[in-house]
């Protein structure tokens, strides 16, 4: 039912043809080193894709140039068809439809986990403190943290803090949300913890972006995983294509390594 809610407000909808997401050509550059090679991906309105691969092999720089944190040096990035610019206010109204969830959670340490979640609706989306503050509080209830709201980052076990972190990019009512390696961080208890909340927004049809080493979220919520190695894009298939039935040698070999241990 949520989705029609976000529907309403929109003020000229775009064609339900029109992919969330949308990279053509990007290329990407540290230095002489080509982390992005000619990457082409669209993820398509509702979809979750996973994105797996070896360290090193552009994952998270892939993440970060959806929403500009990362300059390209070629190519186009669209977000629900609109190409994003460089800068300016063009590129802020599009970057706050992107919720971005860190793998170092990522939140102000000074401000109370209310304050992290009600900060941006106030300042980018202009709203009420007191229409933020009851949303943050359902978002915060949904996340299953409702109790800790008046505590500080510090006070919060890490798997609390990232599932904050994933409340407060939903209060921007984002229509699409990256996840970059969301729990790389997390003791082994606290990373099904976070995987919950992701699986039952994936259910509800929120498009995800989600760079992960999580094999069982990967076959269990993905549509699609893209695999990557040396920047570029090397598979791409259905989580049961992927993992049953791999293409590339690469794969293959990420696999065996992965899956056997």
Known sequence: METTGS????????????????????NKHFGDLH?????????????????LGPSGSGKSTLCRTINRLEPIDSGTIAIDGEVLPEEGRKLAQLRSDVGMVFQSFNLFAHK????????????????????ARERAMALLERVGVANQADKYPAQLSGGQ????????????????????????????????????VMTSLAREGMTMLVVTHEMGFARGAAHRVVFMDGGAI???????????NPKTDRAKDFLSKILHH
């Open 161 to 196: 803090q990232q599932r904050v972190a994933i409340a407060r990019s939903l209060a921007m009512d984002p229509k699409v949300i990256l996840f970059d390696e969301p729990t790389s961080a997390l003791d082994p208890e606290m990373i099904n913890e976070v995987l919950n």
């Open 112 to 131: 109370t986990i209310l304050e992290n979640v009600t900060l941006a609706p106030m300042k980018v989306r202009k709203k009420s403190k007191a229409e």
């Open 35 to 51: 982390v992005l090679k000619d990457i082409n991906l669209e993820v398509d309105r509702g979809q979750v894709i996973v994105v």
């Open 7 to 26: 529907d309403v407000q929109v003020k000229d909808p775009t064609p339900r043809d029109v992919p969330m997401i949308s990279m053509q050509g990007v």
């Open 234 to 244: 090397v598979e791409s298939a259905e989580p049961a294509e992927f993992f049953g």
